[in-house]
Antibody, heavy 117, light 108 residues
Framework: EVQLVQSGVEVKKPGESLKISCKGS????????IVWVRQMPGKGLECMGT????????RYSPSFQGQVTLSVDKSISTAYLQWNTLKASDTAMYYC??????????WGQGTLVTVSS | EIVMTQSPATLSVSPGERATLSCRAS??????LAWYQQKPGQAPRLLIY???TRATGIPARFSGSGSGTEFTLTISSLQSEDFAVYYC??????????FGGGTKVEIK
């Protein structure tokens, strides 16, 4: 069974840094792109970017380029989403998911990030 | 950048009735279009890919159609568990994706 397990709830202050994780299991982690999706409170889904664990090839959506960093550690089948300087507007639910040839069939449970002073 | 637009934003439907949701792409995405259902507090679930192919385990009352820039998701007879938010998503620009803004299907 394909599983993506994300790290837990985070509460941070503006200006702090953060790295959240997404551990894949039940499939060949290095063979599928991982996509990160943001969902702000009460809002829709936004693709932040994707990363290929096999060679760390990374693509960012224009709105998120320079704002976040995607990375992977394929030795432990884990993908990461990182911020250097959090803002209140980064408050959201963040999902990782496995990108299949036609759509996103497997999703993590989400990581809720709250940024507040 | 391909922009996906969904309409209506909210659809009020009675149980047992048909629901028709629309999705428009700012440029052709061929048939590289998926639909997702999201319920409160849950991750999205893939319903349709390739514009018209149901994902594994999805009931036959869900159907998708369209190609190019105009797409439709139809729920033939709404069940109580179908009241949710639905998103379209293009993957023509794979591996980058673009989602529509969503349509909330609520009980009339």
């Amino acid at each position: 069974e394909v599983q993506l397990v994300q790290s837990g709830v985070e509460v941070k202050k503006p200006g702090e840094s953060l790295k959240i994780s997404c551990k894949g299991s039940g499939y060949s982690f290095t063979s599928y792109w991982i996509v990160w999706v943001r969902q702000m409170p009460g809002k829709g889904l936004e693709c932040m970017g994707t990363i290929y664990p096999g060679d760390s090839d990374t693509r960012y959506s224009p709105s998120f380029q320079g704002q976040v960093t995607l990375s992977v550690d394929k030795s432990i089948s884990t993908a990461y989403l990182q911020w250097n300087t959090l803002k209140a507007s980064d408050t959201a639910m963040y999902y990782c998911a496995r990108l299949d040839v036609a759509g996103v069939g497997s999703w993590g449970q989400g990581t809720l990030v709250t940024v507040s002073s | 950048e391909i922009v996906m637009t969904q309409s209506p934003a909210t659809l009020s439907v009675s149980p047992g009735e048909r629901a028709t949701l629309s999705c428009r792409a700012s440029q052709s995405v061929s048939s590289d279009l998926a639909w997702y259902q999201q319920k409160p507090g849950q991750a999205p679930r893939l319903l349709i890919y390739g514009a018209s192919t149901r994902a594994t385990g999805i009931p036959a009352r869900f159907s998708g159609s369209g190609s190019g820039t105009e797409f439709t998701l139809t729920i033939s007879s709404l069940q109580s568990e179908d009241f949710a938010v639905y998103y379209c998503q293009q993957y023509n620009n794979w591996p980058l994706l673009a989602f529509g803004g969503g349509t909330k299907v609520e009980i009339k």
